[in-house]
Nanobody, 119 residues
Framework: QVQLVESGGGLVQPGGSLRLPCAAS????????MGWYRRAPGKQRDLVAV???????NYASFVKVRFTISRDNAKNTVYLQMNSLKPEDKANYYC?????????????WGQGTQVTVSS
């Protein structure tokens, strides 16, 4: 049973930093594209950053330079380092794992972790 468990959310002041780990278990492919998405209150879920199995990354324009996604395959964990946080970064942040194997799509989500940026 694939599981993604996010943690690290909380309240931080504008300009502060947080690191969100996402621990994966249950047989996720090492080739999986891992990603972070977020949903702000009353808005749709948006892509924040993704990292492929080969380590290539892609970021939403609104977080480039400020956020960094990384993965530690030995620990089955993906990280989102968030710096220079802004009030508009307040959202629920979700971890995602996606891969294709034997012609089948596999797409999994974590339960989310809340990030609030406020003074």
């Amino acid at each position: 049973q694939v599981q993604l468990v996010e943690s690290g959310g909380g309240l931080v002041q504008p300009g502060g930093s947080l690191r969100l780990p996402c621990a994966a278990s249950g047989g996720i492919s090492s080739f999986a594209r891992m990603g972070w998405y977020r949903r702000a209150p009353g808005k749709q879920r948006d892509l924040v950053a993704v990292i492929s199995g080969d380590g290539s990354t892609n970021y939403a324009s609104f977080v480039k330079v400020r956020f960094t996604i990384s993965r530690d395959n030995a620990k089955n964990t993906v990280y989102l380092q968030m710096n220079s946080l802004k009030p508009e970064d307040k959202a629920n942040y979700y971890c995602n794992a996606y891969w294709i194997a034997m012609g089948n799509d596999y797409n999994y989500w974590g339960q989310g972790t809340q990030v609030t940026v406020s003074s």
